[in-house]
């Protein structure tokens, strides 16, 4: 419409020429970049139809000042499209880091407990579909930066949650909740699976700490586990559970596993 308004009071030479630049800006911020460059198209094409119309001898300016219209014009709309890109990628890195630990690359506390609140709200009645949320300690982790630095621990760590990753089925979830704890969300698992999974989380820890030539430092991984409805129903009583659990294998010795004993009465 504006570009058509261009046409009738006088294409390059028309006051609500600015008007264009406008549109066209809009157009790039809160378009996709081809319905962007559509609509620049559109606009510089009315607004130079004019020409078809001009006397020869005025032909040579109005080709000057289109030229001026569509280059001015394309440059708005490139600097726009551009800051338009930068700011969405510094919102997605925004995004990760909201999410995700910046060592391990897992998903942190925040995103552990999203996802978990959002699986229980979605989990139907009467039809539950079971699910086991561990909490995996770390055991003797304090020995590595002790005797070898904090950059040695921060290397240990990383290679323990690529193994916690690659034990894990698809579809499980693991994060990293704190310095030398992680969790792990599994779904339509039963008490033998969830404690399968919780084995194969001990013996990966201790690989990949020997992998990485810290066995002498005696990591390993200590697990505590509480099934969804069985013992909660809320994210916080099935964390509650599952560090019970946690305390309890760890009373009884480290590298063990331990479910929770006690169904809550819901």
């Known amino acids: 419409g504006i570009a058509f308004g261009v046409y009738l009071t006088g294409g390059t030479t028309s006051p609500l020429l600015p008007l264009v630049f406008l549109a066209v800006a809009l157009a790039a911020y809160f378009s996709s970049s081809p319905g962007a460059v559509l609509r620049l198209v559109g606009a510089v094409a009315v607004c130079a139809s004019p020409f078809l119309y001009s006397t020869a001898d005025a032909q040579l300016l109005f080709i000057l000042r289109f ?12 600097i726009i499209l551009y800051n338009k890109r930068q700011l969405a990628q510094a919102e997605k890195v925004a995004r990760e880091l909201a999410s995700h630990d910046a060592l391990t690359g897992l998903p942190n506390r925040r995103a552990f407990t999203d996802t978990v609140g959002r699986t229980l709200q979605s989990a139907s009645r009467p039809v539950v579909s079971p699910m086991s949320i561990a909490m995996i300690d770390l055991d003797n982790f304090k020995r590595v930066n002790d005797m070898f630095g904090h950059a040695a621990g921060d290397t240990v760590l990383q290679a323990i949650a690529a193994a916690l990753h690659d034990v894990t089925r698809p579809g499980d979830f693991v994060a990293r909740i704190g310095g030398d704890e992680f969790a ?59 560090d019970s659990a946690l305390m309890d294998a760890k009373d009884g010795g480290k590298r063990r596993v331990c479910c929770a004993a006690t169904a809550s009465t819901a």
């Open 184 to 242: 792990l969300v599994a779904h339509g698992v039963d008490t033998s699976v969830s404690r399968a999974i919780s084995v194969r989380c001990v013996s990966a820890v201790e690989a990949a700490v020997a992998e990485v030539g810290y066995s002498d430092c005696a990591v390993s991984a200590t697990v505590g586990f509480a099934l969804f409805p069985y013992h909660g129903t809320t994210l916080d009583q099935l964390v509650e559970a599952a």
């Open 67 to 78: 030229v001026a219209l569509a280059s001015t014009a394309g440059v708005l709309v490139g």
